[in-house]
């Protein structure tokens, strides 16, 4: 079955970095996109970019752009997300969720557990 | 972007109530319109995907339609492991999702 495993949760000072993994089994990685979507506590879900796995092609959400980073490995199939200068509203959890292939648009089938990053002085 | 309103923001049912919740975007998005459930602490679950294809494992209870800038959710018969939050999201384009609606016991 199809299952999205990721890192765990994660303590952060304002300006730091932090890097989440998903890492992905039962099915063909290369396959399908990954994307990442956040949650603040108490919010709703927020898009904030895809990676094609195959390619690495990416595509980030405007509101991210040159603070995010999505890469992934095929050999050990397992993608990342990468979030630079974080700040005290980037408290979050994070979750990796995959989508079949563009044609029918980005239905997220399958979601990782989640990774909560807590970014505070 | 797509800008995506849904309604009600909460609502109160009973179990065996008949449920809608409704999504409308800013401008025509076909059928690329998918629904989640999330319970406190999950992952948000596909329930429904391109406007009403109801996804592997989902009770038939739940149903979606619509098309061009307006959609439903509908629960026939609400059951008690329904009480959870739903959530909307356009897939036209990059995705957005809908503020979410947060369904409670009555």
């Known amino acids: 079955q199809v299952q999205l495993v990721q890192s765990g949760a994660e303590v952060k000072k304002p300006g730091a970095s932090v890097k989440v993994s998903c890492k992905a089994s039962?099915?063909?990685?290369?396959?399908?996109?990954m994307h990442w979507v956040r949650q603040a506590p108490g919010q709703g879900l927020e898009w904030m970019g895809r990676i094609n796995p195959n390619s690495g092609a990416t595509n980030y959400a405007q509101k991210f752009q040159g603070r995010v980073i999505m890469t992934s490995d095929t050999s050990i199939t397992t993608a990342y997300m990468e979030l630079r200068r974080l700040r005290s509203d980037d408290t979050a959890v994070y979750y990796c969720a995959r989508s079949p292939p563009d044609g029918s648009g980005s239905i997220l089938d399958s979601w990782g557990q989640g990774t909560l990053v807590s970014v505070s002085s | 972007d797509i800008q995506m309103t849904q309604s009600p923001s909460s609502l109160s049912a009973s179990v065996g109530d008949r449920v809608t919740i409704t999504c409308r975007t800013s401008?025509?998005?076909?059928?690329?319109l998918n629904w989640y459930q999330q319970k406190p602490g999950k992952a948000p679950k596909l329930l429904i995907y391109v406007a009403s294809t109801l996804q592997s494992g989902v009770p038939s209870r739940f149903s979606g339609s619509g098309s061009g800038t307006d959609f439903t959710l509908t629960i026939s018969s609400l059951q008690s492991e329904d009480f959870a939050t739903y959530y909307c999201?356009?897939?036209?384009?990059?995705?957005?999702f809908g503020q979410g609606t947060r369904l409670e016991v009555k």
């Open positions: 039962g099915y063909t990685f290369s396959g399908f996109y």
């Open positions: 999201q356009q897939s036209y384009s990059s995705p957005v």
């Open positions: 401008q025509s998005i076909g059928s690329y």
